[in-house]
């Protein structure tokens, strides 16, 4: 049963920038969030996806999108990269949109110079 | 939002000693509490959880309290071990945002 799969692993970009991170939720969950972890935080909660359509949505700016596949899988988009992008990117899936358990993936190290 | 503290921010205990974490909230409509354990380079892990309708649960080693009227939950962690070093983040999920959100963490260090 495989878990929670994201890539890439690290991603070097330049400033102006654009980023696609992909997440694959755990088998049998439909649902996926993303989170931004910058050095030394906790997780900050970017959008959450089900059934392709984004369900909530944190305080971040629109500069951030993402997409949800018919597989259930995920993509988060970044235009614009600033530096303050820097930081872990996770996504985390469950099975339904509420208060369920949530299984994150290993994260993608994203650096913006 | 949720407003969320954790306490304290950083820990250090002696192997065989007792730790514990307290976690408040400022939604009153949260109603699932999960604690989660992130060690260095590693993916945030779920290691316990507990409903509002429910005011402990145990897990071997691992136990979570609440107090729904007071607004907090704490993770306690009986005879630590070093393999639980590790930063410890609480995450209430509001009903009101649908969301979990998370703490700043605590940073647990146990020593042998």
């Known amino acids: 049963d495989a878990g929670v799969t994201q890539s890439p692993t690290h991603l070097i970009k330049t400033r102006g920038q654009q980023v696609t991170l992909r997440c694959s939720p755990k088998?049998?969950?439909?649902?996926v969030s993303w989170y931004q972890q910058a050095l030394g935080q906790g997780p900050q909660f970017i959008f959450q996806?089900?059934?392709?359509?984004?369900?909530q949505r944190g305080n971040f700016p629109d500069r951030f999108s993402g997409h949800q596949f018919p597989n259930y899988s995920s993509e988060l988009n970044v235009n614009a990269l600033l530096l303050g992008d820097s930081a872990l990117y996770l996504c985390?899936?469950?099975f339904g949109t509420g208060p369920y358990e949530q299984y994150f993936g290993p994260g993608t190290r994203l650096t913006v110079t | 939002g949720e407003n969320v503290e954790q306490h304290p921010s950083t820990l250090s205990v002696q192997e065989g000693d007792s730790a514990v974490i307290k976690c408040t909230y400022s939604?009153?409509?949260?109603?699932?509490f999960p604690w989660y354990k992130q060690e260095l380079g590693k993916r945030p892990q779920l290691i316990i959880d507990i409903r509002s309708n429910v005011g402990e649960k145990k897990d071997q080693r691992i136990a979570v309290t609440l107090n729904k009227t007071a607004k907090h939950f704490s993770l306690h962690i009986t005879e630590t071990q070093p393999e639980d070093s590790a930063v410890y983040f609480c995450?209430?999920?509001?009903?009101?945002?649908?969301?979990?959100?998370f703490g700043t963490g605590t940073s647990l260090t146990v020593i042998p």
């Open positions: 088998s049998g969950h439909d649902t």
């Open positions: 995450a209430p999920h509001s009903n009101t945002g649908n969301q979990f959100y």
């Open positions: 939604d009153s409509a949260s109603n699932y």
């Open positions: 996806y089900y059934e392709e359509e984004e369900r």
């Open positions: 985390a899936s469950s």
